[in-house]
């Protein structure tokens, strides 16, 4: 089985890509190095020629708070243009299945906890990120469209937070745990006596590490076939100010840490309930301080050959 995995040098698209491979799938993946996902033509051209199986989309401009809310013309279009090119081309290409990946900022700012599934578009979103919220809304809706009008067994998969391998560090641009990464790690080479960090830390996240979503990513993709999308996460969640002295730990960051109350924290609480999704069978097997270690191993070995994304 051919599977062609949209966004393959990224986060995400690392870890599934090495998922699928290891079960047993031939990979192919597409980047800006031999795709332009903005150009419909070469986006087509691609996919036919290679008539995958499963085409997933792991391809997507992210960012964090900063980013998404200076940036929101970019992060509407260019994910909007994304994934309509790709399941356009896999439409024309006849691909069976198409793995749409969103995100849980997709459900009300304000939304009742732990978030099922059934309450997507309950209340109004974020503001800071509702721009990339409504682009993957977009998504969703258009994978079921296409389920709709032509009976495709097309799905759309919507993950929690995720860390791990790969993850993008440039400070104006990333998200919290990559953030707080770089930031305790540069303080304690530097021997700085303080770190001062965006919000209040009051807030409290669900975090996954790519490896557990790849998991899950290979799992639904055989098992799963409902229009309802399935929401991928731990049900566990974290303070803010608890991540970040886990990270401060196992950087070995023994400084002060300050709380910068004139930067917005963001929705107040964000988990999910993933239930559906368990009983496939699927269970995330990294804890969080596990996958933390790990991770600032891997930054601390990349930055040495300039692996990574600053």
């Known amino acids: 089985m051919t599977v062609i995995v949209a966004g393959n040098t990224g986060l ?23 795709v332009d996902l903005l150009n419909q033509y070469e986006t087509n051209k691609f996919i036919e020629k290679i008539a995958p199986s499963i085409v997933v989309d792991a391809a997507a401009l992210v960012g964090g708070i900063g980013a998404n809310n200076s940036y929101p013309v970019e992060f509407l279009n260019n994910n909007l243009r994304i994934q309509s090119n790709l399941m356009e081309a896999s439409f024309n290409a006849k691909v069976p299945r198409f793995i ?13 906890t732990p978030i099922k599934e059934d309450y997507l578009m309950s209340g109004p979103l974020e ?26 067994d097309w799905i759309s998969l919507m993950p929690t937070n995720l860390y791990g391998p790969k993850d993008n560090f440039n400070l104006n641009a990333s998200h919290v745990l990559p953030a707080f990464i770089r930031k305790f790690i540069e303080a304690e080479r530097s ?17 996954l590490h790519t490896d557990d979503l790849a998991t899950a990513v290979v799992l639904a993709s055989e098992k ?20 970040a ?19 917005p924290d963001g929705t107040y609480r964000k988990v999910l309930d993933v239930t559906r999704i368990k009983s496939l069978g699927w269970t995330p097997k990294i804890a969080l301080r596990n996958g933390i270690s790990s991770t600032i191993s891997w930054y601390r070995h990349a930055e040495l050959n300039s692996e990574v994304r600053k």
């Open 12 to 34: 995400a698209g690392t870890a599934i890509a090495k998922a699928f491979a290891e079960s047993g799938s031939e990979v192919i993946g597409i980047n800006r190095s031999n």
């Open 100 to 112: 749409f990946l969103g995100s849980s900022c997709i459900y009300p700012k304000d939304s009742q």
């Open 127 to 152: 503001e800071t990120h509702s721009a990339y919220a409504i682009a993957k809304i977009a998504g969703l809706e258009l994978v079921n469209s296409y389920r709709k009008e032509y009976g495709l």
């Open 191 to 207: 021997g700085a006596k303080e770190v001062i960090l965006w919000g209040t830390g009051e807030p409290l996240r669900e975090f």
């Open 224 to 243: 799963y076939h409902d229009a309802k999308h399935l929401n991928i996460g731990t049900g566990e969640d974290i303070s803010i100010k608890d991540l």
């Open 245 to 263: 002295q886990l990270v401060a730990d196992e950087s070995g960051y023994k400084g002060a840490i300050f709380w910068d109350l004139s930067k």
